[in-house]
């Protein structure tokens, strides 16, 4: 027979698979001697086993049977005793926290019998075992018999309107009667039948509504979301009730033994007097700061101080705490390991690393590359005046300052005319693409994290606040009013912080990030506590990680900030932002020719001022490897959009000022118009069929190279072509290259060294890796272009229309563009690696797609042996200290 | 020392490789105790040597001395002997025919002294003599020393023009002698240097010529097309000279065991009194029937019959032969298997089968796909009228009437008005397309079968001759001139034969394929010969294959014309097509929804017409599975182009002419637009998008199932869901399909069976096949797409733009949408397919993408195990055919 029921005697803080999250923790501190109230834990096994056979498994009331049967003799009390009842509470407890989930019952055992005796035991209060009853019943009622709460509190605000009062404590003994009476009779209404009076039935029906409410449809949701798996399942911790509402010398608290906000050491929390621990929640009387306890209760005071410092020391992190105190007698009624803000988490994994409780890797392994990227967005100034008028899930961070505007036509209008905007919409669907693309950042009421707002705004890096479901936004009226009354009309400013989801009214004051500030050379901040825990740890994570960081730059001034960040030379350089701005004029000569002479002669322009790019972006990464890409995009990019050219000449044919120009113009672009241009004339395909075009190219980065070694400089350019899916194309090309490099080593007389290597971002280009690397001496995965290819969606295309669908059905936890899907594209990573590096042991790998950056994503790519990864320069610190935690730690980036 | 030469006697016609096919078939001869001129062959090995090395490999001098030695014992003659001179002919012989490289250089071993020698023992004939040397300075000129032909040319026909004639043969031996010196001149000028007299100088630098030869661009170019590897090689054949051109009782011929235009039995071929071969084949005199030489000379032709028929038998084929008459003296020069047309491959084979020469697998081997291909095309009528002017390459088969053309502007007006039309261009460019689409026929003249109009044509199905470079294109005036001077203006009537490469002036009637007659049920079709051979070897063909042979099909009548033609059900039947037509207003209603009632009441409107549809096909596939793919194509596709829609709405504008309607479906098109469709909201991301959409389908099919069983059919629905590339995509669908099968079922009270899978066509399916495969049934190869995905092009932007240039670089030796890529995309198939197959060994595996009816794609998908290939009607017995060699013979279509 299995056992399916534990003590709290019994398990130990490392068995949340089977006490779940909760329990073991009450296990653990029973285990340390602290003060919990006794109980007992329904496993996980046996949640997983009323599941797969829908009904409660054998054996299971029997156990629990005798385990309440040990609880009432060492109690001295009996379930639901008339005279003096053991009272339970019955909560959900799975491995992971999961607020989506039914949580609590309390007070089980009540009874219309047994609440006279709670009354007589309690000194005759009255007043408290009726309350505690009508709590019992409204929670049973809703969580058990799923009855909508509002049901209940409808009828506790009449009788409170009828009474003339706002607070529960007004309410007297014989009001708390009543509403026992009236509570009665809602669940008789809404449930079908009676409250059940048979104590042991109460508990038994609040075990089994745990268990069913792993599967309600907002558990399964949030799983999905959260990426925990769905047979898990959950515990059910029963727990002897203490009262925290049983007088003045009795209360209940919620303690942290740091500042989960800043990191910084001392005691936080918050202390009600006379309260259960659902009203601290509830915010329904203010609480006093949790150092007062020690002038209401010195001893239970100097208890929780000792209890709370041996947490810590035992558990080795910041602890969160609940407890109650019961007539000066101290409750510990919950601990965890707590949440904590960014800032916090790498204060506190560097102190306690200081303080020798935990060694650098382990205060590594504590902070992630997902909160250095947030203390590395720009915030609003703590010490501004601001005006907090609602608060929205924080969708995609970054503090973002502008006019409140409530359609997409409008915000393209106003931001066209140098007007920073926040567009305001209920929703967003893919027709506000273009007010998204044009706003600063996006506000809706509706739809959390995987909503087509939050989806589309992280695709694009826009600041986000959605789902604030408190603001009623008015469209015809074209306005919002929040909770607290403030009206924003189109045009008023606000100000939205994505990274914590509040909104202001007003334009908040923004402030770069210190930590930028010190890896931009700031002295000023280097004596900020947050700026000595990233370094240290920074530090600590440079010096364990195997992967090397390079960053994608494009320009000498992003190669420089590149390098002040860490950069370990450019894995992306790409050279079609050199054809854009005032160069867009030769390229079109280029497109225009009509023979190869004109061809020739755009080419032979600009090569002088591509040399002159290479030559400042070698110089900012001197002595480091700067990976340069061939121009990769369509040619048609550099000229107009087809659409509105042909509707400007059709336009112009009207009024007859047509003028030959445009009409040549229009058939360039309608000649090398595509109806999928991603899947077109580009990368490598564009250096076969346009001679000399690459081989300017080469030559420019080559005659770059030169005039530097003439400077006394190093450089160590590479040189990549992209696109290839098939080994004779980059052959083609490398002969090129090679017959270039030899002309340009005569004329400079400059020893050139050089690499030549490919991106591999076709799935092809996979299959043949082995054919590639014999000729190619690296690859670069250009993972961006290798999921378009392996999922068949083009990034600009589908993120706007299917992919909040995608993400809301489950069919992937998180968008394959943000972070690496290692079952499909992962596997073609892998499998290029293992080609290539077979053919070619010293095969040198890397990635330069947006995953570069990614925390997950960079676990995988040090997981398949990769040897460096090159993401966007604000990027760079979070993959050096994501690839230092992958090295000390192994694969998982949370 | 390695053996690099071998007499005639030494070999046989097993040893290709070394000997190279034409020495190998000459030692064969030989062998069989022939007539063959003695010599040797320098091996392929010695070429192999001599290229890896650079220079003659070591000792082949001596070898070819030692073997010259014998052959001049055996002669009792010395090679340039002044008074009795050996003469040799020196030619090149691959293992593989290759009319890129240098073929022959004749009468090696005649100098200023030996040509009176030969003059001599030719009793005196100088002119013979003479006219032998000129040919050996000429041949040794061009094809040794690399003089243009023309060189030579010019010189004889300024001598003719002298002497007022047109023929050779009017020349006398002083001419001729002249003729020498004259050419000796023209050797000194252009090749800076004196012809060499020594006879051994002759014979070892002809040698090394041809060993050059070996890597001409021409020669290069030429196997990249045959794909011939560039590593075998050629032998060098070294042969006693004979001559035909010594008097009356003299000549030369070639012949066929069998007519190799029709397969048809009795000798065929071609004698010319008094010449040497080079003559017949340059046409300057007229040769007479084969069957004359009986008359001639009755004991060289009865010899000659004799030696054919023993040819035939031992070969077991068809041969080709060239033969020389000497003074009465039989002598073989070469024998080969022939070439044929399509017919007379079926008919060959099927009579040799008959005859019992080979068994019917060696027969069915001996014909492919790509013959009956043709035989199945449309063709000029034989017995119409016709005036060949001119010939071209035969680059994409079919024979096309039209009205010629010269630009494609004018073929888009012309085919608009409902003309057929034939572009003429000298190449086509990319901005040719649009003419292409709309012309019935595409002719240039200029490039070969991978010019961008071969490979564009091709891969639309256009019928095309192409390099045609007798014809004068005068683009100004509009016309073209023939070589026998016939003009063809634009609007005049031609006619081109792809499959032949000829182009005929008029429309030239066409007829149907006698095959596809008798494979629609023409009665009178059944006794031709050619329909005989193509039945039986289609019969044994079928009795031996494993795969089976489905076509894809949309309608009732495509679906009952592919039943015809063999096909054992419809592997893909595409719903799409039947939203088009008078449907589209009904789509436009549901894409323009504003209100998912609305969007509802457009699906209601839809069902019952596909479920007739369904009805239809069901009906004309009864007893036979029938695949049917949900709809496939983004929905923009069913509304207007974006862009013509901008511009008419632009000027209805200008106008004031603009309606709601049309802004309103503008608003759609925009919303709707993707920049890259194939990469965009399709397949089974409309089903998931769009509730509703894939259930009406799947309605519709049910529905129509059920009716088929009421009507007493037996429907064998399989219902496909397209570009999944996640296994929960499939799931979601599936679970759709599911419980609108227990609705119909229940309503329809009909006993519903049917399969569910998917299509497998983006490399991310491709990788969780496994997970795929523990929900889906069957698994349809989209090869379409899944080239289109793997090598990161679309078929439609690129085909056009970089193919033809691709394919002369040798990047690929084929279009891959022609054929399959089996390194890509076939690893990608055969790796779905392990996957698939270990989670469900009976997992049914078919390909519906258009390379399902390409010969060598099938003999692929048939080694990775599918069950099934599914291609257009009209190629179901190609495939039926190929199917069966395949399982008969492995691997090789050819």
Same mark, same amino acid.
């Given at each position: 027979?299995?056992?399916?029921?534990? @003590?709290?005697?019994?398990?130990?803080?490392?068995?949340?698979?089977?006490?779940?999250?909760?329990?073991?923790?009450?296990?653990?501190?029973?285990?340390?001697?602290? &003060?919990?109230?006794?109980?007992?834990?329904?496993?996980?096994?046996?949640?997983?086993?009323?599941?797969?056979?829908?009904?409660?498994?054998?054996?299971?009331?029997?156990?629990?049977?005798?385990?309440?049967?040990? #609880? $009432?003799?060492?109690?001295?009390?009996?379930?639901?005793?008339?005279?003096?009842?053991?009272?339970?509470?019955?909560?959900?407890?799975?491995?992971?926290?999961? &607020?989506?989930?039914?949580?609590?019952?309390?007070?089980?055992?009540?009874?219309?019998?047994?609440?006279?005796? !709670? %009354?007589?035991?309690?000194?005759?209060?009255?007043?408290?075992?009726?309350?505690?009853?009508?709590? !019992?019943?409204?929670?049973?009622?809703?969580?058990?018999?799923?009855?909508?709460?509002?049901?209940?509190?409808?009828?506790?605000?009449?009788?409170?309107?009828?009474?003339?009062?706002?607070?529960?404590?007004?309410?007297?003994?014989?009001?708390?009667?009543?509403?026992?009476?009236?509570?009665?009779?809602?669940?008789?209404?809404?449930?079908?039948?009676?409250?059940?009076?048979?104590?042991?039935?109460?508990?038994?029906?609040?075990?089994?509504?745990? +268990?069913?409410?792993?599967?309600?449809?907002?558990?399964?949701?949030?799983?999905?979301?959260?990426?925990?798996?769905?047979?898990?399942?959950?515990?059910?911790?029963?727990?002897?009730?203490?009262?925290?509402?049983?007088?003045?010398?009795?209360?209940?608290?919620?303690?942290?033994?740091?500042?989960?906000a800043t990191? %910084?050491?001392?005691?936080?929390?918050?202390?009600?007097?006379?309260?259960?621990?659902?009203?601290?929640?509830?915010?329904? =009387?203010?609480?006093?700061?949790?150092?007062?306890?020690?002038?209401?209760?010195?001893?239970?005071?100097?208890?929780?101080?000792?209890?709370?410092?041996?947490?810590?020391?035992?558990?080795?992190?910041?602890?969160?705490?609940?407890?109650?105190?019961?007539?000066?007698?101290?409750?510990? #009624?919950?601990?965890?390991?707590?949440?904590?803000t960014a800032e916090?988490?790498?204060?506190?994994?560097?102190?306690?690393?200081?303080?020798?409780?935990? @060694?650098?890797?382990?205060?590594?392994?504590?902070?992630?590359?997902?909160q250095l990227a947030q203390l590395m967005f720009p915030r609003f100034d703590d010490k501004a005046?601001r005006?907090l008028?609602?608060?929205?899930?924080n969708?995609s961070p970054g503090a973002a300052v502008?006019?409140?505007?409530?359609?997409?036509?409008?915000? *393209?209008?106003?931001?066209?005319?140098?007007?920073?905007?926040?567009?305001?919409?209920?929703?967003?669907?893919?027709?506000?693409?273009?007010?998204?693309?044009?706003?600063?950042g996006?506000?809706?009421?509706?739809?959390?994290?995987?909503?087509?707002? /939050?989806?589309?705004?992280?695709?694009?890096?826009?600041t986000?606040v959605?789902?604030?479901?408190?603001?009623?936004?008015?469209?015809?009226?074209?306005? +919002?009013?929040?909770?607290?009354?403030?009206?924003?009309?189109?045009?008023?400013?606000?100000s939205i912080d994505g990274t914590t989801g509040e909104i202001f009214?007003?334009a908040v004051e923004v402030m770069d990030s210190v930590v930028v500030r010190?890896? $931009?050379?700031?002295?000023?901040a280097?004596?900020d506590?947050l700026?000595?825990?990233?370094?240290?740890?920074?530090?600590?994570?440079?010096?364990?990680?195997?992967?090397? *960081?390079?960053?994608?730059?494009?320009?000498?001034?992003?190669?420089?900030?590149?390098?002040?960040?860490?950069?370990?030379?450019?894995?992306?350089?790409?050279?079609?932002?050199?054809?854009?701005?005032? =160069? =867009?004029?030769?390229?079109?000569?280029?497109?225009?020719?009509?023979?190869?002479?004109?061809?020739?002669?755009?080419?032979?322009?600009?090569?002088?001022?591509?040399?002159?790019?290479?030559?400042?972006?070698?110089?900012?990464?001197?002595?480091?490897?700067?990976?340069?890409?061939?121009? @990769?995009?369509?040619?048609?990019?550099?000229?107009?959009?087809?659409?509105?050219?042909?509707?400007?000449?059709?336009?112009?044919?009207?009024?007859?000022?047509?003028?030959?120009?445009?009409?040549?113009?229009? @058939?360039?672009?309608?000649?090398?118009?595509?109806?999928?241009?991603?899947?077109?004339?580009?990368?490598?395909? #564009?250096?076969?069929?346009?001679?000399?075009?690459?081989?300017?190219?080469?030559? /420019?980065?080559?005659?770059?190279?030169?005039?530097?070694?003439?400077?006394?400089?190093? &450089?160590?350019?590479?040189?990549?072509?992209?696109?290839?899916?098939?080994?004779?194309? +980059?052959?083609?090309?490398?002969?090129?290259?090679?017959?270039?490099?030899?002309?340009?080593?005569?004329?400079?007389?400059?020893?050139?060294?050089?690499?030549?290597?490919?991106?591999?971002?076709? &799935?092809?280009?996979?299959?043949?890796?082995?054919?590639?690397?014999?000729?190619?001496?690296?690859?670069?995965?250009?993972?961006?272009? #290798?999921?378009?290819?392996?999922?068949?969606?083009?990034?600009?295309?589908?993120?706007?229309?299917?992919?909040?669908?995608?993400?809301?059905?489950?069919?992937?936890?998180?968008?394959?563009?943000?972070?690496?899907?290692?079952?499909?594209?992962?596997?073609?990573?892998?499998?290029?690696?293992?080609?290539?590096?077979?053919?070619?042991?010293?095969?040198?790998?890397?990635?330069?797609?947006?995953?570069?950056?990614?925390?997950?994503?960079?676990?995988?790519?040090?997981?398949?042996?990769?040897?460096?990864?090159?993401?966007?320069?604000y990027?760079?610190?979070?993959?050096?200290?994501?690839?230092?935690?992958?090295?000390?730690?192994?694969?998982?980036?949370?």
């Open positions: 027979m299995a056992k399916y029921v534990y @003590d709290f005697s019994e398990g130990g803080m490392d068995q949340k698979d089977l006490l779940g999250g909760k329990g073991a923790n009450l296990a653990e501190m029973t285990g340390l001697g602290m &003060p919990v109230p006794p109980g007992f834990i329904i496993s996980t096994d046996a949640c997983r086993a009323f599941l797969a056979e829908g009904k409660e498994p054998a054996g299971l009331a029997d156990e629990v049977g005798e385990h309440l049967a040990r #609880l $009432e003799k060492e109690r001295g009390k009996t379930l639901g005793d008339p005279d003096d009842p053991l009272l339970v509470s019955v909560r959900s407890g799975a491995k992971f926290s999961m &607020p989506g989930m039914m949580e609590t019952v309390l007070n089980v055992g009540l009874n219309d019998e047994s609440v006279k005796g !709670l %009354a007589k035991v309690a000194g005759g209060d009255e007043r408290f075992a009726y309350d505690s009853y009508r709590r !019992l019943l409204q929670m049973f009622g809703s969580t058990v018999l799923g009855i909508e709460s509002s049901e209940f509190a409808e009828v506790l605000d009449a009788l409170k309107t009828q009474r003339g009062t706002k607070a529960d404590l007004d309410l007297t003994a014989d009001d708390l009667r009543g509403l026992v009476e009236s509570y009665k009779d809602v669940i008789r209404e809404h449930a079908g039948g009676d409250f059940p009076q048979d104590p042991r039935e109460q508990l038994d029906m609040a075990v089994l509504a745990v +268990f069913d409410s792993w599967n309600t449809d907002r558990a399964r949701l949030y799983r999905r979301q959260e990426q925990i798996p769905d047979d898990l399942g959950t515990a059910v911790n029963i727990c002897t009730m203490v009262y925290g509402n049983g007088g003045d010398d009795s209360g209940t608290g919620v303690a942290f033994t740091r500042d989960p990191g %910084a050491q001392g005691v936080y929390g918050d202390y009600l007097v006379n309260a259960q621990g659902e009203d601290v929640v509830a915010g329904i =009387r203010n609480t006093v700061p949790l150092a007062d306890l020690e002038q209401i209760d010195k001893a239970a005071y100097d208890e929780l101080i000792d209890i709370m410092d041996r947490l810590e020391k035992h558990y080795k992190d910041l602890c969160d705490i609940e407890f109650t105190v019961e007539h000066g007698k101290l409750w510990m #009624l919950q601990t965890r390991v707590g949440k904590r916090a988490a790498f204060r506190i994994a560097h102190s306690f690393a200081e303080e020798g409780l935990i @060694d650098l890797d382990e205060a590594v392994n504590r902070v992630t590359g997902a005046e005006h008028i609602g608060e929205g899930m969708a502008g006019k409140a505007v409530f359609d997409s036509p409008t915000a *393209v209008e106003w931001a066209a005319k140098g007007e920073d905007v926040i567009l305001v919409r209920r929703t967003t669907t893919p027709d506000d693409l273009s007010g998204m693309v044009a706003a600063t996006i506000l809706t009421s509706r739809g959390g994290k995987t909503s087509h707002a /939050a989806v589309v705004a992280r695709g694009m890096g826009r986000c959605c789902g604030a479901d408190e603001l009623e936004i008015d469209f015809e009226a074209r306005k +919002f009013t929040a909770a607290d009354g403030t009206v924003i009309g189109e045009g008023d400013l606000i009214e007003g010190y890896f $931009e050379g700031d002295e000023t280097a004596g506590e700026v000595r825990a990233v370094t240290a740890l920074m530090e600590h994570a440079d010096g364990e990680r195997r992967l090397a *960081v390079r960053a994608n730059a494009d320009t000498p001034e992003d190669a420089a900030r590149a390098r002040r960040f860490g950069a370990q030379g450019i894995g992306l350089c790409r050279t079609e932002h050199m054809f854009l701005g005032d =160069r =867009r004029e030769l390229v079109e000569h280029l497109i225009l020719a009509e023979t190869p002479e004109q061809q020739h002669e755009a080419l032979d322009a600009l090569l002088p001022l591509q040399r002159e790019d290479f030559v400042g972006i070698l110089e900012a990464m001197d002595g480091l490897p700067v990976t340069i890409r061939l121009i @990769d995009p369509p040619l048609h990019e550099f000229l107009p959009d087809y659409t509105e050219l042909a509707v400007r000449v059709a336009h112009e044919e009207e009024h007859g000022t047509d003028e030959p120009r445009t009409h040549k113009l229009l @058939d360039a672009v309608k000649r090398l118009h595509e109806e999928n241009p991603m899947l077109g004339l580009r990368g490598v395909r #564009l250096g076969i069929v346009i001679p000399g075009l690459f081989k300017m190219q080469a030559r /420019a980065i080559l005659e770059a190279t030169a005039a530097r070694i003439h400077e006394g400089g190093d &450089p160590q350019p590479e040189i990549m072509i992209p696109l290839v899916a098939a080994s004779q194309e +980059f052959e083609l090309m490398k002969a090129e290259v090679i017959s270039v490099a030899g002309e340009v080593q005569k004329e400079t007389n400059a020893k050139l060294a050089f690499k030549i290597g490919t991106m591999i971002e076709l &799935p092809r280009a996979v299959m043949v890796a082995d054919k590639i690397a014999e000729s190619a001496e690296f690859f670069s995965f250009g993972t961006n272009d #290798l999921t378009q290819m392996t999922w068949g969606f083009s990034r600009d295309d589908v993120e706007a229309s299917f992919f909040s669908t995608y993400l809301d059905k489950g069919i992937f936890p998180v968008s394959p563009f943000e972070s690496l899907d290692v079952d499909g594209v992962g596997a073609l990573v892998a499998m290029a690696v293992s080609k290539g590096r077979k053919v070619r042991p010293d095969l040198h790998l890397g990635v330069c797609g947006e995953h570069g950056g990614d925390p997950d994503s960079i676990h995988f790519f040090d997981s398949v042996g990769l040897d460096y990864v090159s993401c966007s320069p990027r760079v610190p979070v993959a050096r200290l994501e690839a230092g935690r992958s090295a000390g730690t192994g694969s998982d980036s949370r």
